[in-house]
Every structure is written in structure tokens, then in C-alpha cells.
């Protein structure tokens, strides 16, 4: 009677279910796994970037015969080059590659009194100048604009001329106005 009961309980349980087999979902032949269109996409975003529309950045070119002054030219000029003993008037914007780009001095900061910048005027070869604007204006066209990086030696060096210190690595953008 036992053995029916558990029979008859046994029964009730119902059987465990049969697996069925697994779907196998596939894709329509002209589509793109994820693999492939991760791929596609890396590929895309390189043409992008080294296609003929990329720009190269900038660099600077170290002046030859300056001692290592590096210049940028931001704008070609197309008047004359200045050579020793012209006077040459400029503007310029000077600041500190070592603190943050601080800014030491600047032609725009001082005006005249109409309230115009007045620009810096000096005679090539003078020694009025730190060698680096001298050999960066003496390489440059009437009309040019140059970002020039001055070291140390042809800078302030051992010079303190307040407020810049000794030993700085100045960096300037220099626009030669007239000869």
C-alpha cells in the first residue's frame, strides 16, 4: 500500500521537461557581425584622421646662426628685410614659458596719447635687444608675425631685469611694423 502511495505520488510529479534544441538565430547574409562593424568603424575613423584634409600642426625651425632661437612664423611678411644699422619698429608680446605663460611686457600695453600701442623702435645690430629678437627680426619680412622661443643664452641669462627673472626661457610673438 506504501509502495502505492508512492506510486501514486511519484505519478503526480510531473517529468522534468525535455531540452528542446537550441535556436540558432542568424543573420541575413548582407549584414555585419558586431566584431565586423567595430572593425569598420576603427578603420573609418583612421581615413578620417590621415585623409588629405588633415592638417600637420605647426613646428618650429630653429633660426640658423641664432644659438638655438626657434620661430614659428604665424604670418609671412612680404616688405623688406630689415640688415644692421636700419631701424626697425615693432610690436611684441613676451611671456614666461616657465610660468604658465605669464606675461612679461608688451608694446600693446603701452599708448600714446591717442590711446594707439606704441610700438618698440631699436636699430638692428644696437645691442639695444636680447640676441633672440635680434635674430629673429633680422630673419623676418615687414608685415611678418613670429612666435619665437629665446633660451636661457641668448635671453636673460645672468641678467635680472624685473620682473624677469635670471635663466627663463621667454617665448614671444613679434610683428615687425616698418623699416
Known amino acids: 500500500m506504501l509502495s502505492t502511495a508512492v506510486a501514486a505520488v511519484a505519478g503526480a510529479v510531473p517529468p ?3 531540452a528542446k534544441a537550441a535556436t540558432v538565430v542568424t543573420a541575413p547574409p548582407h549584414a555585419l557581425t558586431r566584431r565586423q562593424l567595430l572593425a569598420a568603424a576603427a578603420v573609418a575613423s583612421t581615413l578620417r584622421t590621415t585623409g588629405a584634409s588633415a592638417v600637420a600642426a605647426p ?3 630653429e633660426i ?5 632661437v626657434k620661430a614659428l612664423d604665424l604670418r ?3 616688405g623688406e628685410v630689415p640688415s644692421a644699422g ?3 619698429a615693432i ?3 613676451g611671456r614666461l614659458a616657465a610660468k604658465q605663460g605669464w606675461r612679461f611686457d608688451s608694446t600693446y600695453d603701452h599708448k600714446d596719447e591717442t590711446g594707439d600701442p606704441m610700438p618698440f623702435v631699436f636699430t638692428v645690430g644696437s645691442g639695444k635687444v636680447i640676441p633672440g ?3 629673429a627680426v633680422k630673419s623676418m619680412r615687414v608685415g611678418g608675425l613670429r612666435r619665437v622661443i629665446i633660451p636661457p643664452s641668448q635671453g636673460y ?3 635680472s631685469q624685473e620682473p624677469i627673472p635670471p635663466n627663463v626661457t621667454p617665448v614671444c610673438d613679434i610683428n615687425i611694423l616698418d623699416l
Not at 640658423?64 to 638655438?68: E, I, K, L, N, V
Open 16 to 18: 522534468p521537461p525535455k
Open 59 to 61: 613646428r618650429f625651425a
Open 64 to 68: 640658423p646662426g641664432s644659438g638655438g
Open 76 to 78: 609671412e611678411g612680404s
Open 86 to 88: 636700419d631701424q626697425v
Open 91 to 93: 610690436h611684441y608680446y
Open 133 to 135: 629678437i635680434e635674430a
Open 157 to 159: 641669462q645672468n641678467t
